[in-house]
């Protein structure tokens, strides 16, 4: 396939999923008989970007929210997590236009601790429910928004005071699937989301790796994602009772992130940081 008609394919793929999650296309549960499993592998080729600095000063709660930081006074905010030989985490891989099997009851959660929102990255169903939890005993602001292109438009705010837990229901734009969160307080605080259609989806975990199981036997289309990169789609046969190995490879090189988010250098220098500033108990950060 030329690099044309991959980009092609892709475009039409990629309208096709948008179209699906945005406007809720049915699917139903059912009993899987002689389900199988994809598993693989995602990683990252070359070297990734580095984490953006944001310093404390800029924002409130600076005791508290320090208890991680780099010890000088700055917030790191890691979005390429690597391992040492190359596997990528973060990455949602979604099994697209599966009609019906195993029960689809998840109901993603974004919990706050530490001036952090976790997980980085997590799938979100349109016209359900999110759950936000906030651990700190401090408040903050949850913003969400639906993404398209280079066009951002605001989802809901819902402000947590400390040690609460609320939600909020995701409703998407029509031909949205991405969605993104932070925290109107504290500028560092960020997450990302994407709209799956079904259960048949996973996260990559530390090393790369990832395990889609109790799929009905089948041809189907893999979608590799990370907010940074371009999209990955590939074909896989499941078999019944079958294992399916199904790997994805991303280029550093490709990494979009917009002018204004690369802030790769201190801003502030140390002599700056308040002289209250502790060490950082939870963790200390480095580049």
């Avoid at 980009?7 to 002689?34: D, H, K, N, Q």
């Avoid at 109790?214 to 079958?242: I, Q, S």
Wanted: aromatic content about 10%.
């Amino acid at each position: 396939m030329t690099r044309w008609h991959r980009c092609v394919y892709i475009g039409i793929w990629l309208g096709l999923f948008l179209l699906m999650v945005s406007s809720g296309w049915g699917y139903e549960e059912e009993a899987v008989s002689e389900g199988g499993t994809i598993g693989g592998r995602v990683t990252l080729k070359g070297s990734p970007p580095p984490a953006r600095i944001y310093h404390l000063i800029f924002s409130p709660n600076i005791t508290f929210c320090g208890k991680i930081s780099d010890g000088n006074g700055n917030r790191l905010l890691r979005e390429f997590r690597v391992s040492v030989d190359g596997g990528f985490q973060d990455v949602v891989v979604a099994v697209v236009g599966v009609p019906k099997g195993k029960p689809f009851d998840y109901t993603p959660e974004l919990t706050i601790e530490h001036c952090r929102i976790g997980p980085f990255v997590t799938p979100i169903r349109n016209g359900h429910r999110i759950s936000l939890i906030n651990k700190d005993p401090i408040a903050h602001d949850v913003q969400a928004y639906t993404l398209k292109d280079n066009y951002t438009f605001a989802m809901f705010n819902k402000p947590l005071a400390p040690e609460t837990i609320a939600a909020r229901q995701v409703d998407l734009r029509a031909g949205h699937a991405f969605f993104r969160t932070q925290c109107g307080v504290h500028d560092y605080m960020q997450s990302w989301g994407m709209a799956v259609g079904n259960p048949y989806f996973a996260v990559t975990g530390p090393d790369g790796r990832f395990t889609i199981a109790d799929l009905p036997p089948g041809e189907y289309d893999v979608v590799a994602w990370h907010p940074h990169m371009r999209v990955r789609t590939r074909r896989v046969r499941v078999e019944p009772n079958g294992a399916a190995d199904l790997s994805f490879e991303f280029d550093a090189a490709e990494a979009k992130i917009a002018v204004h988010d690369l802030q790769t250098s201190y801003r502030l220098q140390t002599a700056l940081v308040p002289a209250k500033m502790v060490r950082p108990d939870v963790e200390l950060q480095q580049e």
